[in-house]
């Protein structure tokens, strides 16, 4: 059976990203096989979980290793999705779905986290987080 890291490896290569370079791997959990991995594409870090059988996607910049971003607030912050949508998702995004949307929207990620635009664009992706937030509690809420 192949590892974690050599299945991301596959999906990373299959999706266009044949030079991602592996940064970090490590188990969380051996009891659910938990684990994660982290690849670096140009001055993107991608973070690869799997936690509880659900495999994960979360981006940052390389300039700023420690701060993570689900990539389903980088979606509503870029446009490519509403916090409606991300809402209605019962299940994570694949990861391949989520890889193809990255390659066929790298340039402009590239763009956006690099230089000056790093700033604006992580401040971005933290209110689009803030509005996805506030939208579940308000749905959950309207649900009582």
């Known amino acids: 059976m192949p590892s974690f890291v050599d299945v991301i490896r596959t999906k990373l290569s299959e999706a266009g ?26 001055p993107l870090l991608l973070r690869f979980t799997r936690d509880r059988g659900q495999e994960f996607v979360d981006l940052a910049a390389q300039s700023a290793p420690e701060r993570f971003y689900q990539f389903n607030d980088v979606d509503i912050a870029m446009g490519w999705r509403s916090v409606d949508e991300v809402l209605a998702m019962r299940e994570p995004e694949s990861v391949s779905a989520v890889l193809q949307r990255l390659n066929a929207n790298f340039a402009l990620l590239r763009e956006a986290f690099s230089g000056d635009r790093e700033q604006l664009t992580t401040a971005r992706v933290e209110r689009a987080a803030r509005e996805r937030g506030k939208a579940f509690v308000a749905r959950l809420q309207r649900k009582r």
């Open 17 to 42: 990203f044949e030079d991602a370079e592996l940064v970090m791997a490590a188990p969380l959990s051996k009891a659910f096989e938990d684990t994660a991995a982290i690849f670096r594409i140009g």
